[in-house]
């Protein structure tokens, strides 16, 4: 018999989990809950399809279309669709998986899945995405709906790219059915705030974490911080937009081609942000606008930004999984980097989560770096994709602002429940020289609720 293939991507993210688990006191104190991390260690369901389409030219072109529906234990499947040439298997299960513990941590009654394809939207025109879209909806159907399964967009996949795969399930099934996907543009019952929600949140996260480390001293706050951040999409260029509305300097931000850094004291202001974005709708690259800003800010090609920023207090890893390294963390440190919260999911690779917590538990509450992972962190699009699935029930649409204030109490609640249990489950934590780990205590908490729910459902005993 073959041996299954390796899945590099999905054993990383399950080493975090149980690393986590492991290294507390949980299983001492309930080794029953062994039996639950057995059973979350496998999706409850893979689907891999073909996806047969039309180009232009009036050719046939495959791609391959998945979805992992990994846990329903506390509610309808729920995770974004992704559509890139990286998308395979491993790829989903780890970001499934990510999904099932950061949706649990946010309270809303949600499960777990991801879903996609390898395709890549950027060379192709406006008409085979959309025929691309229809064609993967066409085999998906089947497998998703309001109380069933419910997608969302993710990279390559925003509000456009949603709508048309909504259209696609409404004529394959024949039910308008508002809830069956997030993301949608307001036209047809979507969300105010959507876009900016994981950006925002990961700004609310970290202001949580300066709070707690100020503790009854001057607060913190974003005044004055130096931040840097890779990647160019809706998380990573809202971040930048409300980090520089709070006070905070800009130094970087990235795409798949290359960097930009701050040239200035000022960093990279509020104009150059919102003309990225402009860039960013077209599907161009950052090198387009070298010549454009070279007094705001200089382009590196083919880097990440890690390395090439001077002082820096908050790094967020926006781009995708594994993008800041051993050598970028110990960059960071150098830098004099203090907080570290993952935009993307998985944004750090696992040598580099080591050194930040090593840091953190050798430190001071005043010194060390703090390491926020993206299952809280990032965890603000899946909160108001809730809150959108929320409005779609009651068919009534939420104020701007209203949806804002549910995300900030959201973000401090994933942020309050990841401390306590830390403070409850890890040794280390709650000596009162160290901050506890934000890491250790989202894994723990987001396990023990879908676990709870399983164990209610009769999966486990």
Not at 38 to 66: I, K, M
Not at 141 to 160: H, I, L, S, T, Y
Not at 359 to 374: D, L, N, Q, Y
Not at 425 to 441: H, K, M, N, Q, R
Request: glycine content about 12%.
């Amino acid at each position: 018999m073959s041996s299954p293939a390796p899945e590099p991507e999905f054993t990383q993210s399950l080493t975090d989990l149980t690393t986590a688990l492991h290294g507390s006191t949980l299983f001492t104190t309930r080794p029953s809950y062994r039996t639950a991390l057995s059973l979350l260690s496998v999706p409850e369901r893979s689907v891999q399809f073909r996806v047969c389409w039309e180009n232009d030219a009036h050719e046939l072109v495959l791609n391959t279309g998945y979805r992992v529906q990994y846990s329903s234990a506390l509610g309808p499947y729920k995770g974004g669709t992704r559509f890139h040439p990286s998308v395979n298997m491993s790829v989903l299960k780890m970001l499934a998986l990510e999904q099932t513990c950061k949706n649990a941590l946010t309270g809303l009654g949600m499960g777990g899945a991801k879903g996609g394809a390898d395709f890549e939207p950027k060379g192709k025109s406006e008409g085979e995405v959309r025929r691309f879209c229809a064609a993967y909806m066409r085999c998906l159907a089947r497998f998703v709906g309001e109380g069933k399964d419910v997608p969302a967009g993710d990279v390559n996949v925003g509000e456009k790219e949603v709508g048309w795969l909504f259209g696609a399930y409404k004529a394959h099934t024949g039910w308008w059915e508002g809830g069956c996907i997030t993301g949608k543009g307001r036209a047809l019952g979507g969300s105010l705030m959507k876009p900016q929600a994981t950006g925002f949140g990961l700004v609310y996260f970290i202001g949580l974490m300066m709070r707690y480390r100020a503790q009854g001293a001057k607060e913190e706050g974003w005044t004055g911080k130096r931040v840097a951040i890779s990647g160019a999409g809706n998380v990573a260029l809202w971040a930048a937009m409300k980090a520089i509305k709070l006070g905070a300097i800009l130094v970087s931000l990235s795409d798949s081609k290359g960097a930009i850094v701050a040239v200035g004291e000022a960093g990279i202001g509020e104009d150059d942000v919102s003309d990225i974005m402009g860039l960013k709708k077209e599907r161009k690259q950052l090198l387009e606008l070298k010549k454009s800003h070279e007094k705001s800010f200089k382009y590196i090609e083919g880097e990440r930004p890690w390395k090439h920023v001077a002082a820096v207090d908050v790094a967020l890893p926006s781009a995708t999984q594994n993008e800041l390294l051993e050598d970028d963390a110990q960059h960071l440190l150098s830098a004099g980097c203090k907080y570290v919260a993952e935009g993307s999911n998985m944004g750090c690779s696992q040598e580099a989560i080591r050194i930040f917590e090593a840091h953190r538990r050798s430190s001071t509450k005043a010194e060390a770096v703090w390491f926020a992972p993206g299952k809280a962190a990032n965890a603000g699009g899946s909160a108001v994709s809730g809150l959108e699935m929320a409005q779609n029930s009651q068919r009534a649409p939420w104020t701007f602002e209203r949806v804002d204030e549910q995300l900030k109490a959201i973000m401090e609640s994933i942020f309050e429940v990841g401390l306590t249990t830390a403070q409850e489950y890890v040794v280390e934590a709650g000596t009162g020289e160290t901050l506890p780990s934000i890491l250790a205590g989202s894994n723990i908490a987001g396990f023990i609720k879908v676990a709870e729910a399983m164990r209610a459902e009769g999966d486990w005993w």
